[in-house]
């Protein structure tokens, strides 16, 4: 869908209710707030929370890619939290992708 109105795009959704996978992704302008929440905007006057592209498939995956504005303060610890992890995941990434593949031969 190219720009639908927020109406269009709650049937969009509401169409993937029933599907046994649905995939979404979302890919313009955002912005943040504080709270978490993210709004994506659908046209140039419409702008939706992002939560609103999660249906009630059985299985989904939604991918946001749009820009989102932050405090510089939150920045650096996301970006702090994000290295450390990353490293601490690196030390033994073999078991994480043991795990990993584990835990996809049990899906269906």
């Known amino acids: 869908m190219e720009s639908p109105s927020p109406s269009a795009l709650r049937t969009a959704v509401a169409r993937l209710d029933s599907a046994d996978y649905a995939f979404v ?23 939706v929370d992002s939560s609103s592209l ?10 946001v890619d749009c820009c989102r504005s932050f405090p510089e303060q939150e920045v650096a610890k996301s970006f702090t939290e994000a290295r450390n992890m990353a490293m601490d995941s690196y030390v033994d990434r073999e078991a994480y992708r043991r795990a990993f593949d584990n835990y996809l031969r049990t899906c269906d």
Do not use: P, W
């Open 25 to 47: 992704t979302f890919s313009g302008h955002g912005r943040a707030l504080q709270t978490g929440q993210t709004f994506i905007g659908i046209t140039s006057r419409d702008e």
């Open 54 to 63: 999660i249906s009630r498939a059985v299985r989904q995956t939604v991918v």
